[in-house]
């Protein structure tokens, strides 16, 4: 079996940063399962706000939480009043630190890999067709600047007996390049068959530090071959949504 590792792991410290920035010897446990507790809480009760990831920093007795969403208003509410109970909640949950949220929009969602493998769960979910879902996001994700882009859906695809991978590869995905901006989404959607992974990667270009700052080398992106889909494959496919 191949070894599969993280493409945001792998690139830590060389074009990529910690999700949690912290240190400690003694609290290390508790602190780690603090920060898991943190976003599930967050990712559990903003489920519509579109959240692919949330930073958390440590300074004493001060928690920092960055929450990037592409509905910022779901987790601000009226006059703040949502995000003040946000804000007491994580008190009880860090055990009476100081917590502090920032809440940034994400600008362009199609450029998440972590939403676009969340639109594709809820579409299966709904018992659409997985090949019509993998394919609009990966259009979605192609006109929004991505130069490319790979996704995978394993499970019983369709009810069927046996268990199956589908995958969609559209453009350059260099994974063993690590310079190359790779953004990694997984989810996994609740059908009556069991559960069904969705794996994406997109591929934004190359990043190389330059004094300090960092510079996307886009380069020029191919036009994406999709082919086309008549009208019978679209109703098969709309058929085994619905068996």
Do not use: C
């Not at 999700?19 to 003694?26: C, E, H, Q, V």
């Not at 007491?88 to 949220?101: A, D, N, P, R, S």
């Not at 362009?108 to 659409?128: G, N, T, Y």
């Amino acid at each position: 079996m191949g070894q599969k590792v993280n493409p945001i792991g792998l690139r830590i410290g060389i074009v990529k940063d910690w999700p949690s920035k912290w240190f400690s010897s003694r609290h290390y446990t508790e602190w780690v399962l603090e920060d898991i507790k943190i976003r599930d809480h967050i990712k559990s009760r903003f489920k519509q706000a579109g959240i692919p990831r949330i930073e958390i920093e440590r300074k004493a007795n001060t928690v920092i939480i960055t929450v990037y969403a592409a509905r910022p208003g779901m987790l601000i509410g009226l006059r703040g009043r949502t995000i003040e109970q946000l804000r007491q909640q994580l008190q009880e949950i860090t055990k009476g630190k100081e917590v502090y949220i920032h809440v940034r929009e994400v600008e362009k969602p199609e450029l998440e890999a972590q939403l676009l493998a969340e639109s594709i769960v809820q579409q299966i979910e709904r018992r659409v067709s997985h090949k019509r879902a993998m394919r609009q996001a990966a259009l979605r994700a192609l006109n929004a600047g991505a130069l490319g882009v790979k996704i995978i859906v394993a499970g019983r695809l369709g009810g069927a007996e046996l268990a199956r991978d589908e995958k969609l590869h559209i453009g350059r995905v260099p994974l063993n390049t690590l310079r190359a901006d790779i953004d990694y989404g997984f989810d996994e959607a609740w059908t009556k068959w069991g559960r069904i992974g969705v794996h994406v990667w997109l591929y934004k270009g190359d990043i190389l530090e330059k004094g300090k700052e960092r510079v996307v080398l886009a380069q020029q992106r191919q036009p994406a071959q999709v082919v086309a889909v008549s009208s019978e494959e679209e109703e098969l496919e709309e058929e085994e949504g619905g068996e």
